[in-house]
């Protein structure tokens, strides 16, 4: 082994007369200090981040306290603001975009992960998931506001609903197409890592395949699988873009799927630009560290599961 | 070898990003010369405002950038000084103006109108009275064939829908103005959600500026909203005509407007022209302002970018106003521009007036 | 997947021309005009915050796959893993109290500095996942070679994880090229052309946002034609890395 890297290294035409003789002669011990500063630069930019928010939010912490996540009223001509319509309409259209991006996620996991490991339908389905992931969030709100919400209007005239055709229900589908990506490559990775001894052994029981994977892959992906719909949900959560234009911009707590709404993050979108009075604004930031908080929470803890079931995410 | 090559080609993309680069900062210091004046605010004058600057640009070549981001975002910025100034059809409340580190003038452009437009198959005219669309907006008036609004409006058949409410979104002084008059004639209104340009709406979906009203109101089949005037007319959208204090129902039009405007005008022109007592006024008409520090030193502006604002701000309230009436917005009255000139002249850089 | 596809490509070529690509946005109501500065203003953004971020990002990611353990490397790795959940929008936020507001005006650069916040993560972790790669022996040769131990780095192990920090860049690349929210109060977006990065410039997303949610028909079509644009450049850049990817990746 170490014959042929030398030979590499030769290859490189890199020797030590050369490369020392350089005009800038770097130390060890500086570059070495350079790395470290690297490393607490990426470190304090976080802290700064989140000290920045909780230093802007104050005003309106010290005004509202603890109780701003439970009202409801969002009023910038009183100064009466209340972070419940938000945390409603953010909880509501991320957990309902996940249960329906899981109806598809789920199925493709296994797909991908038990049937075609491998091979052109593998690839194209792996691509594709890929490129879903890659489209910027504005064209999927465009489109949603454009393809879908006519579909959505004509559905609620049947239903007899207020044709909104915006709404926490639009929302949701968008953002359920937009977080696909993230559970299936997830929950694919996890799957094809479920050793075969433990699947040939329930198959040597008579096990149909279907029932393998039911019994005994699920269930052993099961913490993984867990991570990647956690991931997806932390994604849904600070998705502000394709959200803000479907989603109605209402500030009360949504009544029905119908309904329009908003979200942290789309509310934020909307009034940060224009918020006069120093407590809209500080009212404003104190969303945006909730939001920041909790996806931080949400994604931590995904991240530490996938870690530990040693899959390379 | 493979190394070899793909290191020159690096080597080659880092070269032309460096030259890229370099050619980037160059373009800063030359074109740093060029004064380009930005802006921020009401999407109500925006129509006629990208025409003004569009035509001040191939006349002056000096660059305007006028982002319409809701008055409430044109004052929120300009009390950051994060722009030069800051377009508003609201007026800036006494609390706004004394977190402003320094006074702020309310320069008129012109004033529009607010109209009522809806999304009815069959597109038609309909009259409405203060109290009718108070109501309508508070949500106590669901149906459009409610009997209140079929009374005013004989002879019209009204289908048996639920009105769908859009209102702004965001900051607005649409929002404003729509609400400083509702609040002036509807005491239920002023006490449950008042005047201002950012309002707890009691129902109802939110677009975002103008545009987005007007864009949800025509997507959504019965549905109401309240836009400035040139928007109704330029996406073909129907829009009610409004009983004002005489008893009139009053089309929106330049003439409606104008009458409303030809009020008393105070010296630093915050004025409201809702509910005017004007005879055929269109009661729904505001001003629209460009708001501006009275005294331009502040931070690093130069005393030449203040110069070029001055004189913007000047040629937008003389040759300017040929431009709004093609667009449907009504043009400052001759005592409207009297004021309007004493105000741009009391702007200075360091207590020196810019203008004489 | 599909249809949203062949919908966007559909609409978007009828309105993509050479004109189209050219000019800047007319005034509203007029027809015509085009997306120039949207491009341009999407190019000089990401070229500054690549600037801001992949020399941070590389060496922290060298860092990291340096340093295996130790209190620091586990707080730098939680740190980046932090950053990249963070919504964009909240990057924005951040990014507006820190350039804008001291600056006292939008600005090309702080929605860079935006940008370049929400690469620097990919960038890491792209950088530290193909230097772990690399074999120590490789490495040790140098270093036995009496290479000193900054050059050992940069000329030996660096060219020969370049394949994979490239990736890496490119991708976050291809992600803040879409990227709408951060920059909604920060470069702000202008009518006009701007090379001046201490002015507001306009940006692909920034102006499909605009244009989508305005009622203008014509300005929709603009809409379309600049999304079919922008989905064109990110998933062809997508494409072309997995493509180097596949060719370039360096074997031991």
């Known amino acids: ?313 | 070898m493979e190394r070899k090559v793909f290191a020159l080609r690096m080597n080659r993309v880092l070269c032309f990003i460096t030259v890229l680069s370099i050619l980037i900062f160059l373009g800063n210091k030359g074109i740093a010369k060029e004064v380009e004046i930005i802006g921020a605010g009401a999407t109500f004058p925006y129509p006629i405002y990208s025409k003004m600057f569009d035509v001040y640009n191939k006349e002056y070549g000096v660059k305007v950038n006028y982002q319409a981001i809701g008055s409430g975002g044109g004052i929120r910025q300009l009390i950051n000084k994060t722009v030069d100034f800051g377009g508003s059809d609201a007026i800036m409340s006494d609390k706004d103006l004394a977190e402003a580190s320094a006074p702020i003038l309310h320069i008129p452009t012109c004033a529009g109108a607010v109209v009522v437009t809806y999304n009815l198959s069959g597109n038609p005219q309909l009259r409405f009275t203060p109290d009718v669309i108070a109501d309508i907006f508070l949500g106590k008036i669901g149906k459009w064939n409610d009997r209140r609004i079929s009374a005013i409006n004989p002879g019209t058949k009204l289908p048996d829908m639920n009105i769908t409410v859009v209102h702004r979104s965001d900051g607005s002084g649409t929002t404003f103005i729509f609400s400083d008059y509702l609040s002036k004639v509807s005491a239920e209104w002023k006490e449950k959600v008042g005047a201002g340009t950012s309002l707890n709406w009691p129902t109802g979906l939110g677009g975002k500026g103008n545009p987005g009203v007007a864009g949800l109101v025509q997507q959504t089949p019965a549905s109401i909203g309240y836009v400035e005037l040139i928007y109704a007319l330029q996406n073909k959208m129907p829009y009610g005509t409004v009983k004002n204090k005489k008893g009139n129902f009053v089309t929106a039009t330049i003439a409606s407007t104008s009458l409303a405007a030809n009020t008393d005008l105070p010296d630093d022109m915050r004025v409201s022209l809702t509910d005017t007592d004007a005879a055929e006024g269109y009661p729904i008409s505001g001003f629209t302002w460009i708001l501006v520090y009275k005294e331009q030193n502040y931070g690093d502006r130069s005393e030449e970018k203040a110069r070029e604002l001055v004189k913007m701000l000047w040629w937008m309230t003389h040759e300017g106003q040929k431009h709004a009436e093609p667009l449907h917005y009504s043009p400052l009255s001759k005592r409207g521009v009297e004021k309007a000139e004493k105000l741009i002249r009391s702007i200075s850089y360091k207590e020196k007036p810019l203008m004489r | 997947m599909f249809f949203i596809l062949f919908f966007i490509t559909s609409k978007g070529i009828s309105v993509v021309n050479w004109t189209f690509l050219t000019q800047l946005p007319k005034p509203v109501g007029e027809t015509g005009g085009g997306i120039l500065n949207a491009i341009i203003g999407t190019f000089i953004l990401v070229i500054i915050s690549t600037l801001f971020s992949v020399p941070l990002g590389v060496f922290t990611g060298i860092f990291l796959s340096e340093y295996r353990k130790g209190r620091l490397v586990y707080f730098t790795r939680l740190s980046i893993e932090i950053l990249q959940g963070i919504p964009s929008i909240v990057i924005g936020i951040i990014a507006y109290m820190w350039v804008v507001l001291p600056m006292g005006s939008f600005s090309a650069l702080s929605g860079a500095v935006a940008l370049g916040l929400m690469m620097l993560p990919v960038i890491v972790t792209a950088t530290e996942e193909t230097l772990k790669l690399i074999p120590d022996s490789l490495r040790e040769a140098s270093l036995a070679l009496g290479v000193s131990y900054p050059r050992t780095i940069i000329k030996v192990i660096l060219p020969a994880g370049l394949s994979g920090i490239m990736t890496g860049i490119l991708l976050s690349v291809a992600r803040v090229a879409g990227e709408t929210a951060p920059l909604l109060f920060t470069a702000f977006g202008s009518p006009f052309m701007n090379l001046n990065i201490l002015k507001p410039v306009n940006s692909l997303p920034l102006m499909i946002f605009n244009y989508a949610t305005s009622p203008y028909p014509e300005w929709h079509t603009l809409a379309w034609g600049a999304s079919f644009v922008l989905v064109v450049f990110v998933l062809s850049l997508n494409l072309f890395t997995k493509v180097v990817t596949r060719k370039w990746k360096v074997q031991f």
């Open chain 1, 1 to 313: 082994m170490a014959d042929h890297s030398i030979a590499d290294v030769l290859a490189l035409k890199v020797d030590a007369k050369t490369v020392n003789q350089h005009k800038f002669v770097l130390s060890e011990s500086s570059f070495r200090k350079i790395l470290y500063l690297a490393a607490i630069c990426v470190l304090i930019l976080l802290m700064a981040i989140f000290f920045s928010l909780l230093f802007s939010s104050l005003p309106a912490i010290r005004n509202f306290g603890a109780r701003f996540l439970a009202r409801t009223t969002w009023d910038p001509v009183k100064a009466e603001f209340g972070a419940l319509p938000f945390l409603v309409g953010t909880l509501a259209t991320s957990f309902l975009a996940l249960i329906i991006s899981i109806l598809f996620s789920l199925p493709i996991s296994i797909f991908l992960g038990e049937y075609f490991r491998h091979g052109a339908a593998s690839m194209f389905i792996k691509s594709i998931i890929e490129l879903l992931a890659g489209i910027p969030s504005v064209i999927y709100g465009f489109c949603g506001l454009f393809l879908l919400t006519p579909v959505i209007r004509a559905l609620e005239t049947k239903l007899g609903v207020a044709p909104y055709g915006v709404g926490i229900f639009t929302a949701s589908l968008v953002l359920s197409v937009m977080i696909i990506p993230y559970s299936a490559s997830i929950g694919r990775e996890v799957i094809s890592l479920v050793p075969s001894d433990l699947k040939e052994a329930a198959l040597s029981f008579g096990a149909t395949r279907f029932e393998v994977i039911r019994k005994v892959t699920l269930p052993y992906a099961y913490s993984g699988i867990f991570a990647g719909i956690l991931l997806a949900l932390g994604r849904a959560l600070g998705e502000t873009m394709a959200v803000t234009m479907v989603i109605g911009n209402s500030n009360f707590i949504p009544t029905s799927i119908f309904s329009p709404g908003n979200t942290l993050a789309s509310v934020i979108a909307n009034e940060f630009t224009e918020a006069t009075g120093s407590l809209y604004l500080a009212s404003l930031i104190e969303l945006g560290l909730v939001l920041f908080i909790v996806t931080t929470v949400i994604n931590v803890i995904g991240k530490i599961i996938i870690r530990r079931m040693g899959v390379g995410a």
